[in-house]
């Protein structure tokens, strides 16, 4: 099975808020230089999906990623990848690409999928942890005029087609689509992104990993970066957050929980 991961690096979610500032007027955030990156995690779910059919299967895993951070530290994330188990891996950089949203990168997504050529799966995280928007799988799909799925938490390759389970609201769903087709994947404790063996870091480390530009993806300049972007940010803030403490005392720790109880039915807490 021909599978193409698509993965984001993004601010490492688990850096305190203090190390975060927001330029109201540029509308961008600004953190340290040195602020630690990361693989988005739910984009390490759909590598470890890819890497599970590959164990079962066999086939090949490409990994492509569209540098919306210094080139030579996302190709550091790309080489992670390799040293999971990915078999290559791609990088899509050009300030053409610059100033682009949800639309225009798939687009750019889309065009270097079409570029790599044959493939049965594309599979992406459910969404990436810095924006929540959640649109870049559905996108690429558009684009490519492919079926797809969202909320995956687990996939099964058949002759020709693929069978998932999928969340919804009140529990889960068992869907097929033919392939090729795109697939977005949620958080699901059976998709735990693998640690890279010590041989594989090595080896994905020597790599020297593709470049492709606009120019190579034959992409048109209208639907990339910030001409082909279809949202508008108009405003850019930290959230403004108060809070109170109150101590509730009773002459028991029973009382205590009694009035407790008592004061969150009052304020509609519970």
Request: charged fraction near 25%; aromatic fraction near 4%; charge should be negative.
């Amino acid at each position: 099975m021909n599978i193409i991961v698509c993965i984001k690096q993004v601010t490492d979610p688990d850096i305190p808020a203090s190390d975060y500032a927001v330029d109201t007027a540029a509308k961008r955030i600004n953190l340290p230089d040195d602020a630690p990156l990361v693989i988005n995690p739910y984009d390490e779910n759909a590598l470890e999906a890819a890497l599970q059919l590959k164990d079962q299967t066999g086939g090949k895993i490409t990994v492509v990623s569209l540098a919306t951070r210094p080139a030579k530290r996302v190709l550091r994330d790309l080489k992670q990848a390799l040293a999971m188990g990915a078999d290559e891996a791609i990088l899509l950089e050009d300030p053409a690409f610059e100033g682009g949203d949800s639309h225009s990168t798939a687009y750019a997504l889309a065009k270097a999928i079409q570029k790599l050529g044959e493939f049965d799966l594309v599979l992406c995280g459910l969404q990436a942890a810095d924006w929540d928007a959640g649109q870049v799988g559905l996108g690429i799909a558009e684009n490519l005029g492919l079926p797809s799925a969202t909320y995956v938490t687990h996939i099964e390759a058949g002759d020709g087609h693929v069978r998932m389970i999928r969340m919804i609201e009140n529990g889960h769903e068992v869907l097929e689509l033919p392939t090729p087709c795109v697939l977005s994947i949620a958080n699901d404790k059976n998709l735990a992104p693998r640690i890279a063996r010590l041989a594989g870091i090595i080896k994905a480390k020597k790599r020297e990993l593709p470049v492709w530009s606009a120019a190579a993806l034959e992409a048109d300049p209208s639907r990339i970066g910030t001409a082909g972007a279809r949202t508008t940010l108009h405003k850019l803030a930290l959230p403004d957050i108060t809070g109170s403490c109150e101590f509730i005392k009773g002459e028991s720790p029973a009382e205590s929980a009694a009035l407790l109880v008592d004061r969150l039915h009052t304020e509609k807490i519970i």
